[in-house]
């Protein structure tokens, strides 16, 4: 059996991976957010809820039973032994639930959209090919400066926690350069959609 092609798309904060992702989307590739995957796990009757209760109790969990993000995040925020067994709890959890949207897809193929794609370990052996959106620092700070209504330093204290755009560029098989305007955006997406339609298998 021929493996299945699937594409893994990060970027830093405001590169336009969402931007990007969309415009796939609409070509007839299925989106998978894995962030909104992770973050459904805890919500009421998610599927960390009863392992985060098991080990943390019932402090961590919210009166609707969701876990409870402002507890749980002053915890982890300074204990590392903590944050990992919290991690120990999501991961294979995001993991299981990514791969069974990936299975139910029913696009031209599977994107997971991964923000911490190069951060997070073994996606590289997940998917067929890497796309990094890249763009320039200054240009991600002020997208996200007005996106968020953020300062600069606040953004560049988030990019600090991201790998470097030298670091992420050399985990990719493919870059897009999101500089220019949406309509030379869609053009390159076009152009690399036809590409992995062809690597899927599918009719262009
Ligand atoms: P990410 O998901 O990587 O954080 P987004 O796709 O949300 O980034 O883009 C960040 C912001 O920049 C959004 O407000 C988006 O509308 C805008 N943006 C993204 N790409 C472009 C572009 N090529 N031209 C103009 N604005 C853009």
């Given amino acids: 059996m ?11 904060i405001g590169s336009g991976k969402t931007t990007i992702a969309n415009i796939f989307g609409e070509l007839g590739a299925t989106l998978i957010d894995t962030d909104l ?6 919500l009421p009757g998610g599927v960390a809820i009863a392992a985060i209760q098991a080990q943390f109790g019932s402090s961590f969990l ?12 002053e915890l982890v925020f300074s204990d590392p032994v903590q944050k ?18 990936a299975s139910i897809a029913s696009g031209d193929y599977p994107i997971f959209v991964v923000p911490l794609l190069v951060e997070s370990g073994n996606w590289k052996t997940r ?3 890497i796309l990094v959106v890249d763009c320039d620092e200054e240009v991600q700070i002020q997208r996200v400066m007005s996106r968020n209504d953020l300062s600069r330093q606040q953004v560049v204290a988030i990019m ?6 030298q670091q992420r560029l050399a985990a ?15 053009e390159a997406v076009t152009a690399l959609h036809r590409h992995y339609l062809s690597l899927a298998g599918k009719k262009n």
């Fill in 37 to 42: 995957i992770a973050h459904q796990l805890t």
């Fill in 127 to 129: 998917v067929s090919r």
């Fill in 160 to 165: 600090q926690n991201q790998v470097s755009r």
């Fill in 2 to 12: 021929t493996a299945t092609f699937s594409l893994g798309l990060t970027g830093g």
């Fill in 172 to 186: 990719a098989d493919d870059v897009i350069v999101n500089e220019g305007s949406i309509a030379e955006i869609r």
């Fill in 84 to 101: 990992s067994r919290l991690e120990s709890i999501l991961h294979p959890l995001i993991r299981q639930e990514t791969e069974r949207a």
């Fill in 62 to 73: 919210t009166m609707d039973g969701a876990m409870n993000r402002v507890a749980m995040r």
